[in-house]
């Protein structure tokens, strides 16, 4: 079974600071884990995705993640935080991707304070 | 726009009452997936088309929800005998092989 856990419901950060958004998962075989972002009252939009290759992969926004095998994580990052960024975050994870169904994660709120 | 899009954006419904969602998904993606979100949480899956076939149910979907997807194209997801527990967002993506879904706005049903 698939699992993924996203421990802090709420990341709080200055504006301008780097933020990180942490996210563990558990999965058979190789993982591919992505990140998506919530804004109010609207539908998940893609951030970026880990397939395989580089562990710091780049995404939309100047968001980046880095893949982390031996501690299975999957940890969303950006230099430099903006007010603009401020919304829920899911990491999700999938065994086959475009085959099996991604698991979402249950969301970290971030706010960027300016 | 070439995006997913999905209606209604919102049903309100009385208890008992059967309600039809509508998906279209981005034209060239051969794979649908529908799932469902409730507050506070993130999305759960409740199924999962192949073109027309529907190749995964979630154990979430009761005998109370179907879902379709003649030829392949849009698909529909209905609830009958709706329940308070049915209230939540209803999202549904599309996707090729290279596995990222691209999400509609969602459908939210309030069911008093």
């Known amino acids: 079974a698939q699992s993924v856990a996203q421990p802090e419901d709420q990341v709080n950060v200055a504006e301008g600071n780097p933020l990180t958004v942490k996210c563990t998962y558990s999965v058979s075989g190789n993982p591919y884990l992505f990140w998506y972002v919530q804004y109010p009252n609207r539908g998940l939009q893609f951030l970026l995705k880990?397939?395989?290759?580089?562990?710091l992969v780049k995404g939309s926004y100047g968001f980046e993640a880095e893949f982390n095998k031996s501690q299975t994580s999957f940890h969303l990052k950006k230099p430099s935080a903006l007010v603009s960024d401020s919304a829920l975050y899911f990491c999700?994870?999938?065994?086959?991707?475009?085959?099996?169904?991604?698991?979402f994660g249950k969301g970290t709120r971030l706010s960027v304070i300016a | 726009d070439t995006g997913v899009s999905q209606n209604p954006r919102h049903k309100i419904t009385k208890r008992g009452q059967n309600v039809t969602f509508r998906c279209d998904p981005i034209s060239e993606h051969n794979r649908l997936y529908w799932y469902r979100q409730t507050l506070g949480q993130g999305p759960e899956f409740l199924t999962y088309?192949?073109?027309?076939?529907?190749?995964?149910k979630s154990r979430l979907l009761s005998d109370r929800f179907s879902a379709e997807r003649p030829k392949g194209s849009f698909s529909t997801l209905e609830i009958q005998r709706t329940e308070q527990g049915d209230s939540a967002m209803y999202l549904c993506?599309?996707?090729?092989?290279?596995?990222?879904?691209?999400f509609g706005e969602g459908s939210r049903l309030t069911v008093l």
């Open positions: 088309f192949q073109n027309e076939a529907q190749l995964e």
């Open positions: 993506a599309s996707t090729t092989h290279t596995g990222e879904l691209f």
């Open positions: 999700a994870v999938s065994s086959i991707p475009g085959n099996t169904p991604l698991v």
């Open positions: 880990y397939i395989t290759g580089d562990n």
